[in-house]
């Protein structure tokens, strides 16, 4: 079943859903008024008396018949939602078990993964009880320290507070200068307009010729901007220059924190772990068909050193150069790998192989007039 007869299943219980509210709503409010008249009756005396009112409400109410509104609705919804999980069993396989292969895990590597994804996001506590339960409190408190200091400037940023994030900047700024990051006079910039948003002119004058001079040589343009901004220190808000003052430069600025911080741990912007599922998500269907294929020769799969389809992901999961074979236009693998001809071009190893019959003879080139020697060639790795 293709998934857009699941998002029909999942837009019609959606909509069952709203019309069994907005019946049920419908019918309260029905009841609320009916009650609220019979209340204003009883109060204002007008010589009836309260128990016929009562016995009036209670006719009305029988005559409404509230149960008997609500159970058409919630039962067309109950039927749907009975439907929805039969649809998805029929769509989604739930036995992804087919796909597993028998790894042999590092179960101390494993367990610094799984902490270090949770000390990443912020997650102190989850973490620090992973890390009792999983008896590795050794090896893998040390993780935790540099990402306790990394929220600390960020959570400071949250108030547009800069004076932590400068501190870890000026502290490691040779790191990032080695890294080629301009984080430090970002830093600087954003707190030059904050000394400016207050108003206080005198200030950010000194506060540039004191942390923004030295990029002169390399950042003049932004700084001449931020010159510029000295005009309207009173009204920086509605200046040509309003743009800087957005919220969303505040978002990029901790982001840009965030990656240098996580650069300068030897540690990817993206938590690995995350990305491994997300990738895993990704390629799990195309495994399982293959599986449901192959259905009895689960040894054979145990045994695969390559995957044994294609699995396309998206383009965030493409990490490292790939290199098609322009002979054979296969991709290179472990046991295919890309070899450096002594004419300079790339060819995969089976195809020099097969062109110069087992390395008995030389070839030409299929791209240039060179004869090559198959012995000569040297594997590349990218």
């Not at 000026?170 to 600087?188: F, M, P, Q, R, T």
Request: with cysteine.
């Amino acid at each position: 079943m293709e998934l857009n007869t699941v998002k029909d299943a999942f837009d019609r219980v959606t909509k069952k859903q709203k019309l069994s509210y907005s019946k049920a709503q419908e019918v309260i409010d029905l009841i609320h008024r009916e009650v609220n008249v019979a209340l204003e009756k009883i109060q204002s005396g007008h010589g009836s008396d309260w128990k016929s009112v009562l016995a009036e409400l209670k006719i009305k109410l029988k005559e409404t018949a509230p149960l008997t509104q609500l159970e058409g609705t919630q039962k067309d919804l109950n039927i749907s939602l009975s439907k929805y999980p039969k649809i998805l069993e029929k769509s989604f396989n739930p036995d992804i078990s087919k796909a597993y292969r028998n790894v042999d895990l590092d179960i101390e590597t494993t367990n610094e993964i799984i902490a270090n994804h949770f000390y990443r996001q912020g997650l102190f506590e989850v973490g620090d009880c992973f890390i009792l339960e999983s008896m590795e409190q050794e090896p893998v408190m040390s993780i935790k320290s540099p990402y306790v200091q990394m929220y600390e400037v960020l959570e400071s940023m949250r108030t547009q507070n800069l004076e932590p994030a400068l501190t870890w900047a000026s502290a490691n700024s040779s790191k990032l200068h080695a890294n080629g990051s301009d984080l430090k006079l970002k830093l600087h910039q954003m707190q030059f307009l904050e000394i400016l948003r207050k108003g206080s002119q005198s200030d950010a004058i000194l506060y540039a010729r004191a942390h923004l001079s030295p990029f002169a040589t390399t950042h003049m343009i932004e700084i001449q901007k931020l010159m510029g901004c000295l005009l309207f220190a009173q009204k920086l808000n509605q200046s040509p220059y309003s743009e800087l003052l957005s919220s969303m430069n505040w978002d990029k600025l901790a982001e840009e924190v965030t990656r240098q911080f996580c650069n300068l741990l030897g540690q990817s912007y993206e938590s690995p772990l995350s990305v491994t599922v997300a990738a895993g998500s990704q390629a799990l269907p195309p495994l399982l068909k293959f599986m449901n294929v192959m259905s009895g020769k689960k040894q054979e799969w145990q045994s695969m050193k390559q995957l044994p389809v294609p699995l396309e992901l998206d383009d965030d999961f493409q990490f490292h150069s790939i290199f098609v074979c322009p002979v054979s236009k296969e991709q290179a693998t472990e046991d295919n790998p890309p070899m450096l001809m002594s004419c300079g071009h790339v060819l995969c190893k089976q195809s020099i192989m097969k062109m110069s019959k087992n390395v008995s003879k030389t070839f030409k080139c299929p791209y240039c007039p060179n004869e090559i020697n198959a012995s000569q060639c040297k594997q590349l790795n990218f």
